[in-house]
């Protein structure tokens, strides 16, 4: 996750102690002369999850962002696929997002031995913004994000991926199936049997309907698949999308339910699905059954990040979210199930 630096950093999960905290940025230090910085500049944690994101500052006062990857999520061949794809986006045009910076050497990561890990590191430059929030006209920014979602699913489908261009596939069964990569939604905290036996008749159906809905090229390809508010920069009348960090293949209409992460339950939820319709048809056709189809990813998307609070119970965001967010999900799955079973 890529921030401002007027932005609050979150409160450090256990993952990162402090010396783990140290290691890391002693670590990037050393690989910081690779983009041609001098003697000990100025080096500010801006947030840590799985990543750890810094701001680093040269001595005229210009700004860089580093994300320091976690080991054992993405390949260096994932992440350096995930930078053509940004660099291809920004000379093409088509979003807002912090340009990638390579090495004085050209290469487009670097990385550092920790332990028995290796953490690869990746330079953006610094974008200007803050987070869109419930005080902000949300309707209008989530019309503009639709139309960002169209451009870059056309792009998407167009763009020519260079030689051995990987990213990770987001299906039912690794969103929420047998091979979900963020972990078993049955773990969520505070599940009680009654709220198992409810989700799982809503997975059921889930699946059902994902494998209706079908994966055609013209509803399925490569996405950023997590455009929630936390990796969206405002800026006056801009709006900047950071944090390519997990796209890859799904729907195309998933792109909505990420970006309404921790929101599916708020009231005013079907207007900014609205308002993301109609930005998206400035941009592309979108046909009735796909719109039709969104509450079904919401849904889909609010199980896998129930899985992740489950099996990330030591970050700060899941330990706010805890078992109140299991509870918000079985109503919403009870909800779905009389809706849509």
């Known amino acids: 996750m890529l921030m401002a630096p007027?932005?609050?950093?979150?409160?450090?999960p256990m993952l990162y102690e402090d010396a783990l905290l140290e290691r890391l940025e002693a670590g990037l230090r050393t690989a910081l002369p690779k983009w041609g910085l001098g003697k000990d500049p100025k080096v500010k944690l801006l947030t840590v999850s799985e990543n750890a994101t810094y701001l680093v500052e040269r001595a005229d006062g210009s700004k860089m962002i580093f994300r320091v990857h976690r080991p054992d999520y993405h390949t260096e061949r994932e992440i350096r696929s995930e930078l053509a794809w940004v660099a291809a986006l920004r000379e093409d045009g088509v979003v807002e997002t912090p340009e990638t910076i390579p090495t004085e050497d050209g290469a487009p990561l670097a990385s550092f031995s920790d332990g028995?890990?290796?953490?690869?590191?990746?330079?953006f430059s610094f974008m200007a913004g803050k987070e869109p929030d419930a005080d902000d006209d949300l309707v209008k920014w989530y019309g503009e994000l639709g139309e960002i979602n169209a451009r870059l699913h056309g792009h998407a489908r167009d763009w020519q991926r260079p030689e051995g261009f990987t990213r990770k596939t987001w299906n039912f069964d690794t969103i929420i199936g047998n091979g979900a990569l963020w972990g078993e939604w049955s773990a969520a905290p505070g599940l009680t049997k009654e709220g198992h036996a409810i989700l799982e008749k809503t997975a059921d159906l889930l699946r059902q309907q994902t494998d209706a809905f079908g994966t055609g090229e013209d509803r399925f390809g490569l996405i950023h698949c997590d455009m929630r508010p936390a990796n969206l920069l405002v800026d006056g009348d801009r709006l900047g999308v950071i944090d390519f960090d997990d796209c890859g293949f799904s729907w195309y209409a998933y792109d909505f339910a990420a970006a309404v992460s921790f929101l599916e339950h708020e009231p005013y939820l079907p207007d900014v699905m609205a308002a993301w319709v109609e930005g998206y048809r400035k941009q592309a056709p979108l046909s009735?059954?796909?719109?039709?189809?969104l509450p079904m990813f919401v849904m889909l998307r609010r199980m896998q990040l129930t899985a992740w609070i489950a099996s990330h119970g030591e970050t700060e965001t899941a330990q706010s979210m805890g078992e109140p967010y299991t509870e918000g999900t079985v109503t919403l799955g009870e909800s779905y199930l009389a809706e849509h079973g």
């Open 288 to 293: 009735q059954e796909v719109a039709a189809a």
């Open 116 to 123: 028995e890990a290796t953490r690869h590191i990746a330079a």
């Open 6 to 12: 007027e932005e609050k950093p979150t409160a450090r």
